[in-house]
């Protein structure tokens, strides 16, 4: 495809901007996605804690809190034909006193007020009941038992699949370095070539405001904050099968304890602002924090061995809510300030991009006919190709596990390297197969999946 | 579903011992699993020498070693499945492993015993709750840069460095001197190098590489490949720029078949409960090698694989106690962080033609002067002298004097003098 004559642009593959392109390819429109990094995901969407979130502790009446719960509704009817997991495994919100337990009283009453009808406030008994390993001495919790997991990078990877697949282009490595106006259009420049389109939808993130900067808007400044987490094995599962929140403070809804979907247990986030949002680092301080927070609300948490740390940034700007700023004289779309709620928002997001849009900006038709997307479900229960005896007979590489620990075959490599959105390094082939996200962290496969990934003929 | 004598899982030193053990004693079919995509185990990506000495009285390199093991095997008895996985461990209603493999496909293989000896891994990074930036390229563990070279990959960059002091951070030095990764520094958390005081010496003064003791990793920098490492040493913090980080040593037994299994496990060692015929608490399953804790040499693993065969066999042919039972643990003090076997079984007459049991002990830090004592009942049975005890060396003890009693309580105790 050459670089003229898009209708729109959208700048980064972030879980919005897949999903926000998935949108445009329902639609008679001429469509490009294009990405800063070499992959999709690499920056806030990846390095969270990939809830699906109900957004009962959204601020009421806000847009945020009306695009998450719109975006809940949507990720639970088309998720699954995605071939996206989804468990609903409830949020626990725990009182260890009775100051905390008016607080979380007070969210439930509010909750229920604004049609959260669900959620409730549980006594020690339900607590316990749940979660027999939590620290001694809960008193009260609210339960909310529609929050869920999910896999956040397979979520904007199906996204954007889904979205190729129906007729948008995307280009990686393609961060936009300027952005001018010829003739009525927007012209981006990238590494790899000029993009031009009529419209742009700037869902840059961490880096929004640098796209709005290209192009001369300053509206606003992005103020990264950082989340350190800590993995814990599978076998911490056992310990607990729901999300554990602390009592909300004035300042921050807290770390947590949550179940992944891929079956290990996650610890964080810590909530730092950081002024290089390229500063991704786990600090000696931060692990402290977890470990502190850990022991006080889950202790044996602690004993379980870990597989992996990370950091993520939350991509806030310097105000709390959701930066959606149409400048349709100018055909620049902004859809920033997305800080925690963006994986499940991302529905919600794209359908109010796409109300805003059209008419406003195209008068364009619905397309009637669809290509249907799915992913290979990453869902540690999910069934894998090695476990079907028919099919690793008919195709003997995916009876060939070259990732140990997370059982992953040569053959669901050698499909992602394959894909029409592949795998080029190997961050983009762990995120898609979960090769070297096991215990060992690529001890034993590391070097193989390296010449696999070299040869791309595995 | 097919059926065996024997399975054995994993062909490091340890299982492919235990298989020549049992076709030497005629035993067969014997079938061999390995997930790997070549026999040999991890001594296979191990290009230096030093290898099976207990087991061979030679020195080989890993890979000869692992050579010569495999060339021993009968072909006529042994069958080795290659990139093969064994899933699961099933026991009713009789032994079976499923497995899943390009030729074999995804099936069950039933065995009257299974030998594991799926071996050990160096912890990773993570596991080590090392901080610093997460770059895409340029941290490695000892495992996976030795692969790095067996296979003929290139690794980018020129200056590492190395994390740890275990023989095994001395032998990645040389791979990484062989990969063009000249070595800036060794790391270690302890107060003295943990290998042999003489490969210290090597690399301090013949590869002029400066070790930092009472040292720990602070921070890694780089984005999308390692810039610099910063050290907390005790002069201070210290930035060495570099671009590549090895995390070395480290072991733990590679465990999850065996814990997934439901075999007793030792929390201690990492690895299953045996006795001193390498049983673990199933009837007719066995463990050898690293698998057991972490680690000895893969000559002693080699000893290990060869004495469950042997066990293996007079399990096969009857009269054998049926496995690790109630009230047959041995004691051991908290001085120690490990002993296997973790249980004697009275009553089993000695190996016949078996090496002989070497029992892996180890103290949790360092003894300055201590002697270890062997307690039947109340009354020191063996006594060994007087002596330092390293926290990484095998210490002595003598178990075998136990095939003569049947006492009621048996324990490992420590005495320092």
Known sequence: MTASGYDVAIVGAGVVGCAVAREFSRYHLKAILIEANSDLCEESSKGNTATLATGNDTPAGSLERRLVVRGHQRYLAEGPGLGLPIRLVGALTVAFTEDEAAIVAEEVRAARAEGFGDVELVGAQHIYARVPALAAGAVAASWAPTEGIVDG??????FALD???NGVDYRASSPVTAARRREGSWILSTPTGEVQARLVVNCGGLRA????AAAGYRDFVVKPRRGQYIVYDKSAQRLVGTILRPTPTPTTRGIYIAPSIFGNVLLGPT????????DRRVTPAGLAELQAFGRRMLPALLAEPVVALYAGMRPATDRPEYRIIPRFAEDWLTVAGIRSTGLTGSLGIAEHVLDLVVPEVFKAARKHALNPVSVPSLDAGAPRPWQDAARVAADPAYGEIVCHCERVSRGEIRDVLASPIPARSIKALRRRTRVMMGRCQGFFCGARVEALLRDRDA | MKEAAVIVIGSGPAGL???????????????????????GGLPRYCGHLGFGWEYTRRLDSGRQFARRLLARLDPARVTLFTRTSALSIVRMPSLRVEVVGPEIGLTGIGA?????????????????????????????????????ETRGLAVPGQRAVILGTEHVSFSVLLTARRLGLGVVAMVEPGSRIASFPAAGLAAQWLARVPIFTDSTVEDIEGFDSVEAVVLRTPSGVRRIACDGLIVTGGFVPDAQLATEAGLAMDERSGGPVIDQDMHTDHPGVFAAGNLLRPIESSGIAALEGARAGAAVAAY?????????????????????RYLVPQHW????????????????????????????????????LWTSSPRALLRERRVRVNLSALSSVEPVDVRVELERV
């Open chain 1, 153 to 158: 990078f397979s979520t904007a990877f199906a």
């Open chain 1, 163 to 165: 979205a190729v697949e």
């Open chain 1, 209 to 212: 405001d640098s796209v709005e």
């Open chain 1, 271 to 278: 909530a730092e602002e950081i002024e290089d949002r390229n």
């Open chain 2, 17 to 39: 011992a235990a298989a020549d053990a049992l076709s030497r004693r005629g035993i067969a079919p014997i079938v061999v699993i390995e997930r790997d995509d070549g026999p």
């Open chain 2, 112 to 148: 009257k015993a299974i030998i594991l000896a799926t071996g050990a891994r160096e912890q990773s990074r993570a596991a080590r709750l090392l901080p610093g930036q997460r770059p895409a390229s340029g941290v490695f563990t000892t495992g996976m840069l030795q692969q790095y």
């Open chain 2, 316 to 336: 096969l042919a009857g009269g054998r106690p049926d496995a690790v039972g109630p009230g047959r643990a041995i004691a051991l003090d908290d001085a120690f």
């Open chain 2, 345 to 380: 079984s009275w009553g089993a007459p000695p190996l016949v033609d078996a090496p002989a049991l070497r029992p892996s002990l180890r103290v949790r830090a360092d003894e300055r002067q201590a002697r270890v004592v062997l307690r039947v009942d109340g009354r020191a």
